[in-house]
Every structure is written in structure tokens, then in C-alpha cells.
Nanobody, 124 residues
């Protein structure tokens, strides 16, 4: 049984960086992603990482390119999301999610496992 637990959220001044972690227990599914839910909006895919055929791939939503970075620390069973130069519009609840299969990366309904979410508040 896979369980995900996010950590690292909190309040940060705009312009600072922030790192989020997702601890994975159980067998790590082949695809993992970070989503967020900002005020008044639905779940929004940020970045995903998947392994197929022995290779690992990453993909970012357009808004995330250049400021967000995703990687896996497999030794620590952890998925990391780094946010550089935070903005007030980054405020929201951040979730990690996991599943097997790599299609429709940013469709939240295709994910089997979810963490409980971690609040990020960016103040100016």
C-alpha cells in the first residue's frame, strides 16, 4: 500500500525560495507529480516525473518552467519540489500524487494515491 506525506510548506516572503518534500512509503509507483490548489481554482498540475523503459522523464506545466524543479531522491524515497522566486499567486495547498502509467500527466482524476497536502503562503 502506497502512502504519501508532504512536508515543507509554510509562509515565505515573495522572492524567496521554498522546498517541498513528499515521503513515499510502499512501492513507489512509476509516475509521480505535484499539484496545487490555489484559492478559487481547481487542482493544477505543476510538474511530473515518470520512469519507463529504464529512463526517467520530467515535464512541467508552462507556468512552472524556469521557477519550479522536480526531482526524486530515491535513496530517501522522497519526491522534491523546489520553488524559486516565489510569488503571492503561488499561495495554495500543494499535493503530491502517484500512480502507474504516464499518460495524461496533469489530469488529477488519473492518480491513485494522494498526500494530505501542505499549505504554502507567499506574502509580499
Amino acid at each position: 500500500h502506497v502512502q504519501l506525506m508532504e512536508s515543507g510548506g509554510g509562509s515565505v516572503q515573495a522572492g524567496k525560495s521554498l522546498g517541498l518534500s513528499c515521503l513515499v512509503s510502499g512501492n513507489t509507483p512509476s509516475t509521480m507529480a505535484w499539484f496545487r490548489q490555489t484559492p478559487g481554482k481547481d487542482y493544477e498540475g505543476i510538474a511530473g516525473i515518470w520512469t519507463t523503459g529504464g529512463q526517467t522523464f520530467q515535464h512541467y506545466a508552462d507556468f512552472a518552467k524556469g521557477r519550479f524543479a522536480i526531482w526524486q531522491d530515491k535513496a530517501k524515497s522522497t519526491l522534491v519540489l523546489h520553488i524559486d522566486i516565489t510569488k503571492p499567486e503561488d499561495t495554495g495547498v500543494y499535493y503530491c500524487a502517484a500512480r502507474d502509467g504516464s499518460r495524461n500527466l496533469f489530469n488529477p482524476s488519473t492518480y491513485t494515491y494522494w498526500g494530505q497536502g501542505t499549505q504554502v503562503t507567499v506574502f509580499s
